[in-house]
């Protein structure tokens, strides 16, 4: 079957999503709103697992996928209006129900917030930076009476040496630093070193506090976050 827009190309999945006239006019003014150099992340757009990691920070990572599917969604649905229902090719519109739904998706996940959504249509990183600012602060201000953040670092050197350390800080609910340590570690992969800080991190924690004490901790090694939920249960 022919393409219902272009008539020229056969209708595939491929053609639809990516390389109709259509929907590459779709895929334009998304990148317009997030503020893309359109030449280079076009490319990418093919190979979809790219696109979805293409920031390098996460909650804009997470976002950015669900505008993706999206806009893909969108795409989908309006071929199957023109096709089943007759209605019209509209970039505009299809662009505005995009926007719409990955609000509504976001807001749903809880990555931005209702009070920041007022620039999504204008400024759609403002929003997300904007809506962590505020979780994170609330974060600070819940009932934990200390955050703890930990971190290692580990780099390999020539002919199978290695460096690394360790790190961390201890700050109370209101945010002010109480404690912190860093230092050399012994450990021989990157989880190794992210592991040893953060049980550098609880001895401190039970020798300088106690037991009794609920703590929120974090750490930027998901596998690290990982292990502990299976250490755990
Ligand atoms: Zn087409």
């Given at each position: 079957m022919k393409c219902d827009v272009?008539?020229?190309?056969?209708e595939d999945l491929k053609h639809i999503l990516w390389e109709c006239t259509f929907a590459i006019?779709?895929?334009?003014k998304i990148l317009d709103w997030w503020g893309f150099q359109q030449r280079q992340i076009f490319q990418c757009l093919n190979d979809t697992w790219v696109a979805i990691n293409w920031f390098k920070v996460l909650d804009l990572n997470q976002v950015w996928e669900i505008v993706l599917i999206a806009t893909m969604w969108t795409?989908?649905?309006s071929r199957n209006n023109r096709i089943f229902s007759g209605s019209?090719?509209?970039v505009g519109e299809t662009v505005k129900l995009i926007k719409l739904r990955s609000q509504e998706w976001a807001l749903a996940r809880n990555l931005i917030l209702e009070d920041a959504v007022i620039w999504w249509e204008s400024n759609p990183i403002g929003v997300i930076t904007r809506s962590q600012a505020v979780l994170e602060e609330k974060l600070l201000k819940c009932d934990y009476e200390l955050i703890c953040f930990s971190d290692?670092?580990?780099?390999?050197?020539?002919?199978?040496?290695f460096r690394s350390g360790i790190g961390g800080v201890i700050k109370s609910r209101e945010g002010s630093t109480k404690l912190y340590f860093s230092g050399p570690s012994a450990a021989t992969s990157a989880f190794e070193a992210e592991f040893r800080a953060f049980?550098?991190?609880m001895?401190?924690?039970?020798?300088?506090?106690?037991?009794?004490?609920?703590?929120?901790?974090?750490?930027?090694?998901?596998?690290?976050?990982?292990?502990?939920?299976?250490?755990?249960?």
């Open positions: 272009c008539m020229v190309f056969l006019q779709v895929w334009r795409l989908w649905l019209k090719v509209n290692g670092a580990w780099k390999e050197g020539n002919r199978g040496t049980e550098e991190l001895l401190l924690v039970k020798k300088v506090y106690g037991k009794d004490l609920s703590i929120m901790c974090y750490t930027d090694c998901l596998n690290l976050v990982h292990t502990l939920k299976t250490v755990k249960e």
